[in-house]
């Protein structure tokens, strides 16, 4: 069974480009998350889809958005990128929001802001 | 004051030692409690899971939670080379029909051989 893919897994930007990451989860999970995970701060959650619906979203700025498509794929997008965006940013998948909701985590994508 | 705390370390022990990672936490309301392994370069993979004030042991691996004191705890019995990596542990509420998911910032484990 796959497992959930991220792309691209590397990745560099200037100052105020976008840049959009693609996340695909494990076949038949419908809810995935994102999160930024950096050195100081650890992982920070970003939001949550379910069904194509955003069900939860952290404290990040609107610059931070995403989507969920139909086939449960999902995307995230950073526009006016700054050099504090530079980060690991990870997909996670899970089967449900039910007893467990264990997260499974891809291997993210590096992105360096200059 | 964040949600969870957790000591980023790094810990480095000698090869057969007793591991201890440790969280602290001061939401209440989350229900279930997690320990996640990232190695170098990975994305985290769920270690251990737990719902109740108690211990879990799964191998190696001891989970224990108090949550009279808002403390978690994982133990490594016999550490390994292999067990090197950054271990975060992870909290979990569920809330108006989603789950919201705390992380711990991670501790760094470095087993010498």
């Known amino acids: 069974k796959a497992g959930v893919t991220q792309t691209p897994r590397y990745l560099i930007k200037t100052r105020g480009q976008q840049v959009t990451l693609s996340c695909s989860p494990i076949?038949?999970?419908?809810?995935v998350s994102w999160y930024q995970q950096t050195p100081g701060q650890g992982l920070q959650f970003l939001f949550e889809?379910?069904?194509?619906?955003?069900?939860n979203k952290g404290n990040f700025p609107g610059r931070f958005s995403g989507r969920q498509f139909s086939n449960s794929r999902s995307e995230m997008n950073v526009s006016t990128l700054e050099l504090g965006d530079s980060a690991l940013y990870l997909c996670?998948?899970?089967?449900?929001?039910?007893?467990?909701?264990?997260?499974?985590f891809g291997e993210g994508s590096r992105l360096t802001v200059l | 004051q964040k949600e969870v705390e957790q000591d980023p370390g790094p810990l480095s022990v000698p090869e057969g030692a007793i591991v201890s990672l440790n969280c602290t936490y001061s939401?209440?309301?989350?229900?279930?409690f997690m320990w996640y392994r990232q190695y170098s370069r990975k994305g985290p993979e769920l270690l251990m899971y737990?719902?109740?004030?108690g211990n879990k042991e799964d191998g190696r691996f001891t989970a224990q939670v108090d949550k009279s004191s808002k403390y978690i705890s994982l133990f490594i019995r016999d550490s390994q080379p292999s067990d090197s990596a950054t271990y975060l542990c992870?909290?979990?509420?569920?809330?108006?029909?989603?789950?919201?998911?705390?992380f711990g910032t991670g501790t760094k484990l470095q087993v010498i051989p």
């Open positions: 996670a998948s899970s089967l449900s929001q039910g007893r467990t909701g264990e997260l499974f």
């Open positions: 076949s038949g999970h419908r809810s």
């Open positions: 889809y379910f069904s194509e619906t955003q069900r």
């Open positions: 939401n209440s309301a989350f229900q279930y």
């Open positions: 737990t719902y109740s004030s």
């Open positions: 992870a909290m979990r509420l569920n809330s108006g029909g989603y789950q919201k998911v705390t």
